[in-house]
Each structure stands twice: as structure tokens, then as C-alpha cells.
């Protein structure tokens, strides 16, 4: 294990080629965290022939600055590490470097939420596939000590259209319902373009709303510029990129999505609409062009980001994962988040105090984002 020392676009170069590289790994990313209190900390693994073969941007955030405290930390890496997590004997060396590192840093814990896969469709489903290998490194990491994590930072389970099919085929294997739609929105005079920087302040004010009134938080207008900003103008071959999606109806924005991609992969990762025209589905039309544009751009998969933890109407996701499933993409269900804390009282501590905080700040981030909205 041994620090990056490389150029931004370099790191994002090298991520590309690994096993299931992530937009939440590049360069970018550490970049709009770094706004936010956190360090990117970038590191790499070497073969015998000088090659690199796993990968890792580790998130680092100081939680006091004084006192006895002081060198406590926390540490995550937004799925990562990336490597061939079948290959064992490299797993291992990694893990074991990862455990290492924590130790070191005074962490009260070290996050990891890789993609790796432990089934794919619904579970006890006809379609539930356990993947052996996910399964073996779950056990792997129980036994070394990592527990589930009770904060899951990222979704652990989404929903993958393959992109392999020409459109014709990726219509024809969208739920008849939600193809009908589709064909509504355009025949009812809904249009869909890319949107420019200087619309990110509309997009800001849709999203807010959308917010209100579906009932989740979301943070202040300056995180989202940044983050929209950093991955619009990145755009390059093997760097990362967002493109903001808008549907309108006689010129007027009702709708939008911002479809990221990166090394092959598209994410659905913010979507907001208004209030009115959406009898006209829009929403339908949106996610087609995003299929189409991410197709277009070489992309293999197109990930709708996001399915319920609990697959029935429990869930509070079971709406939108409805919505989702209607597009013909495939449940993947993947290890989620797991903690590796060397001091078992702090993370014990953190762990039962940080909920608590959380709960007044996600109230608090409500009551701004309405106050901001006038509503």
C-alpha cells in the first residue's frame, strides 16, 4: 500500500482500468468532500511487475481538534477499495493494509461499501441468484473482525439496465405500462435537452421543492453547485462527468435528471420535477433519454441508484423502486457498508451518539430548505 502521488486526471486513469470503477472514487469526488471537512487520501497496490492492481481513495475527516480526542478520525472509502476482490491472496493484502492503516491513523473506524455482489433479483424471487463469492467475502470480513454497518452511507441495492441491446430491445423489455408512458410524454408535447451551468440555480430550487414535497432532506445549495459544477467541466475520455437532463413542456423546465458517467458506467444520481404537468410523465420520457445518452456515450451499464432494503411495500424506497423496475434492469444486491473500528469503545460511542445528531440535523436541513422556498 503506497500513497498516490500522481496528477488528478492520472488517479482517475488508473481507477478506470480496475474491476468496477466508481464515479464516488475519482479524483472529483475526494474533491467535493474536501469542501465539506474531508481529506482525500489516495493509495495504491502494486504487483511483482511493477503493476498497479487495486485502488483506494480513502475519505478522512478529524473529529475533534483538541483536547484528549484530538487524533481521533474517521475513515471511509465510498466504494472501495476497487480491485479483483476474487482474487484472494490480494484481498487479503489489502484488507490487511486497510486494518493497518486504521490502527494507525487513530481511526474510530474505517468504512468500505464495495460493489461486490451477493445476489441479484428479488430475494426469494424466481429470479434470486446468491453469488457464491460475495457470500464467502461477507463471512471473510465477519471473521476479521468488521461488522455490518448500522450507518449505510450509499445504496445497498439498485437496480442495472445492461446497455448491450440495441434500443429497439431496451424498449421492448420495459414493463408495458412504463413503455406507454414513455410514448405519452412525447406525444404529449414533452421535450428533453441537456442543460447548461447557468441553469444549476433553477435545478437547485426544483430539487428543494421536490424535496418538500416528497418529504426527504437534502443539503444546501452550495454543496449541489459543487458537486454539479466539478463533474459538468470534467468531462474527458476516462475522466467523469454529469449531464443535467431537463423535460420541458412549451420551453418551460418541469423536469430533470443528472446522469453521471464514468469509465463505462452511467448513474441516475439526482432527480427532481415540479408540481404541475405530471399527468404528461416526464419523469418516463427522462429516464429514456438518460438510457439512450448513456448508451451513445459507450456505457455498459446504466445504474438507477437506489431499491429497497426490504423488497415490499414496507419499504419506504417501494414506490420508487416501482417506478424503477418498469425499465427491464436487474435487481443487484451488493454488501453494503462495513466498519472496521480498532477501538471498540469510541466506534461504540460514535455509534450511539451520532444517530441522535443526525436526527436534528436532518430536521434542522428540513426547516432551511423550506424556509429557502418560501413555503
Same mark, same amino acid.
Given at each position: 500500500?503506497?500513497?498516490?502521488? =500522481?496528477?488528478?486526471?492520472?488517479?482517475?486513469?488508473?481507477?478506470?482500468?480496475?474491476?468496477?470503477?466508481?464515479?464516488?472514487?475519482?479524483?472529483?469526488?475526494?474533491?467535493?468532500?474536501?469542501?465539506?471537512?474531508?481529506?482525500?487520501?489516495?493509495? &495504491?497496490?502494486?504487483?511483482?511487475?511493477?503493476?498497479?492492481?487495486?485502488?483506494?481513495?480513502?475519505?478522512?475527516?478529524?473529529?475533534?481538534?483538541?483536547?484528549?480526542?484530538?487524533?481521533? #478520525?474517521?475513515?471511509?472509502?465510498?466504494?472501495?477499495?476497487?480491485?479483483?476482490?476474487?482474487?484472494?491472496?490480494?484481498?487479503?493484502?489489502?484488507?490487511?493494509?486497510?486494518?493497518?492503516?486504521?490502527?494507525?491513523?487513530?481511526?474510530?473506524?474505517?468504512?468500505?461499501?464495495?460493489?461486490?455482489?451477493?445476489? #441479484?433479483?428479488?430475494?426469494?424471487?424466481?429470479?434470486? @441468484?446468491?453469488?457464491? &463469492?460475495?457470500?464467502?467475502?461477507?463471512?471473510?470480513?465477519?471473521?476479521?473482525?468488521?461488522?455490518?454497518?448500522?450507518?449505510?452511507?450509499?445504496?445497498?441495492?439498485?437496480?442495472?439496465?445492461?446497455?448491450?441491446? #440495441?434500443?429497439?430491445?431496451?424498449?421492448?423489455?420495459?414493463?408495458?405500462?412504463?413503455? %406507454?408512458? @414513455?410514448?405519452?410524454?412525447?406525444?404529449?408535447?414533452?421535450?428533453?435537452?441537456?442543460?447548461?451551468?447557468?441553469?444549476?440555480?433553477?435545478? %437547485?430550487?426544483?430539487?428543494?421543492?421536490?424535496?418538500?414535497?416528497?418529504?426527504?432532506?437534502?443539503?444546501?445549495?452550495?454543496?449541489?453547485?459543487?458537486?454539479?459544477?466539478?463533474?459538468?467541466?470534467?468531462?474527458?475520455?476516462?475522466?467523469?462527468?454529469?449531464?443535467?437532463?431537463?423535460?420541458?413542456?412549451?420551453?418551460?423546465?418541469?423536469?430533470?435528471?443528472?446522469?453521471?458517467?464514468?469509465?463505462?458506467?452511467?448513474?441516475?444520481?439526482?432527480?427532481?420535477?415540479?408540481?404541475?404537468?405530471?399527468?404528461?410523465?416526464?419523469?418516463?420520457?427522462?429516464?429514456?433519454?438518460?438510457?439512450?445518452?448513456?448508451?451513445?456515450?459507450?456505457?455498459?451499464?446504466?445504474?438507477?441508484?437506489?431499491?429497497?432494503?426490504?423488497?415490499?411495500? /414496507?419499504? /419506504?424506497?417501494?414506490?420508487?423502486?416501482?417506478?424503477?423496475?418498469?425499465? =427491464?434492469?436487474?435487481?443487484?444486491?451488493?454488501?453494503?457498508?462495513?466498519?472496521?473500528?480498532?477501538?471498540?469503545?469510541?466506534?461504540?460511542?460514535?455509534?450511539?451518539?451520532?444517530?441522535?445528531?443526525?436526527?436534528?440535523?436532518?430536521?434542522?436541513? *428540513?426547516?432551511?430548505? *423550506?424556509?429557502?422556498?418560501?413555503?
Amino acid at each position: 500500500m503506497q500513497a498516490f502521488t =500522481g496528477v488528478p486526471k492520472e488517479w482517475n486513469e488508473i481507477i478506470s482500468q480496475l474491476p468496477e470503477p466508481h464515479f464516488l472514487q475519482t479524483w472529483e469526488w475526494s474533491q467535493v468532500k474536501a469542501k465539506n471537512g474531508w481529506s482525500g487520501l489516495p493509495f &495504491v497496490w502494486k504487483d511483482s511487475q511493477n503493476e498497479i492492481v487495486a485502488a483506494a481513495m480513502i475519505l478522512k475527516k478529524q473529529i475533534l481538534s483538541k483536547g484528549f480526542a484530538a487524533r481521533l #478520525s474517521i475513515l471511509y472509502a465510498p466504494k472501495g477499495p476497487l480491485l479483483d476482490w476474487n482474487d484472494e491472496a490480494l484481498r487479503n493484502r489489502v484488507l490487511n493494509d486497510l486494518q493497518s492503516f486504521a490502527k494507525k491513523q487513530g481511526a474510530i473506524f474505517l468504512k468500505l461499501d464495495p460493489d461486490v455482489v451477493l445476489g #441479484s433479483g428479488v430475494p426469494h424471487s424466481v429470479e434470486d @441468484v446468491p453469488d457464491d &463469492v460475495g457470500q464467502a467475502i461477507r463471512s471473510e470480513l465477519t471473521r476479521r473482525g468488521w461488522v455490518d454497518s448500522s450507518d449505510q452511507i450509499q445504496f445497498q441495492n439498485t437496480v442495472v439496465i445492461e446497455l448491450s441491446l #440495441s434500443e429497439e430491445e431496451l424498449l421492448a423489455s420495459m414493463k408495458p405500462k412504463t413503455r %406507454y408512458n @414513455v410514448r405519452l410524454a412525447e406525444k404529449k408535447g414533452v421535450t428533453v435537452r441537456v442543460g447548461t451551468l447557468g441553469e444549476l440555480p433553477m435545478l %437547485y430550487r426544483m430539487y428543494a421543492e421536490t424535496s418538500v414535497r416528497d418529504g426527504f432532506v437534502i443539503r444546501n445549495e452550495d454543496y449541489y453547485m459543487t458537486v454539479w459544477k466539478l463533474f459538468m467541466q470534467s468531462a474527458a475520455d476516462n475522466q467523469p462527468s454529469a449531464i443535467p437532463l431537463i423535460a420541458e413542456v412549451d420551453g418551460e423546465p418541469i423536469a430533470a435528471i443528472f446522469l453521471f458517467i464514468f469509465a463505462g458506467h452511467a448513474y441516475y444520481v439526482y432527480g427532481m420535477s415540479r408540481n404541475f404537468y405530471r399527468e404528461k410523465m416526464p419523469t418516463y420520457l427522462l429516464q429514456w433519454e438518460a438510457i439512450k445518452r448513456a448508451k451513445s456515450n459507450g456505457c455498459e451499464t446504466y445504474d438507477l441508484w437506489g431499491a429497497p432494503d426490504v423488497f415490499d411495500e /414496507s419499504d /419506504s424506497m417501494w414506490g420508487v423502486y416501482r417506478f424503477k423496475e418498469g425499465f =427491464g434492469g436487474e435487481v443487484l444486491r451488493t454488501l453494503g457498508a462495513y466498519d472496521f473500528a480498532p477501538n471498540k469503545l469510541w466506534y461504540k460511542l460514535y455509534t450511539e451518539v451520532m444517530p441522535r445528531v443526525l436526527d436534528v440535523m436532518r430536521s434542522r436541513g *428540513k426547516s432551511k430548505t *423550506k424556509q429557502g422556498l418560501d413555503i
